[in-house]
């Protein structure tokens, strides 16, 4: 099983498993405000180890549109199929007008679309 090592914390998770979902089962409270549709940012990562170079067309193009490519990844839009050592950077606790709502918990199916392209591919369409 793949490893997934989130503020310290080290845990094993099932293949496959939305990244979002893992990261809250560590016990962090990542956002997800959008319910892990690519649109509002709030799962953003860093990643210190395990990125994934595939992403969705909707993080592509959400990142893309925000100046954040290379900076950043949506946890919605990964899948845990490998070692990773993540940062979550806004949760309930740096963010406190959300009162402690994360948002609608995001479905364990990668939405709007799973499947992942080589962002060379994305840039070419
Ligand atoms: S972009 Fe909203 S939860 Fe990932």
């Known amino acids: 099983?793949?490893?997934?090592?989130?503020?310290?914390?080290i845990m094993d998770v099932e293949p496959g498993r939305r990244l979002v979902l893992a990261i809250e089962e560590a016990g962090v409270n990542i956002g997800h405000r959008c319910g892990g549709n690519a649109r509002c940012?709030?799962?953003?990562v860093e990643f210190e180890s395990g990125e994934p170079a595939r992403m969705t067309r909707?993080?592509?193009e959400k990142l893309k549109s925000g100046g954040l490519l290379g900076k950043i990844r949506l946890a919605c839009q990964i899948v845990v199929d490998r070692?990773?050592?993540?940062?979550?950077?806004?949760?309930a606790e740096n963010t406190p007008q959300w009162n402690g709502d994360t948002g609608p918990?995001?479905?364990?199916?990668?939405?709007p679309e799973s499947k992942w392209y080589d962002p060379e591919e994305l840039q070419l369409e």
């Open 105 to 111: 918990t995001p479905d364990t199916k990668v939405m």
């Open 1 to 9: 099983m793949p490893k997934l090592s989130v503020n310290g914390k």
């Open 41 to 44: 940012t709030t799962c953003r």
């Open 83 to 91: 070692d990773m050592v993540v940062k979550p950077l806004v949760t």
């Open 58 to 60: 909707a993080e592509y």
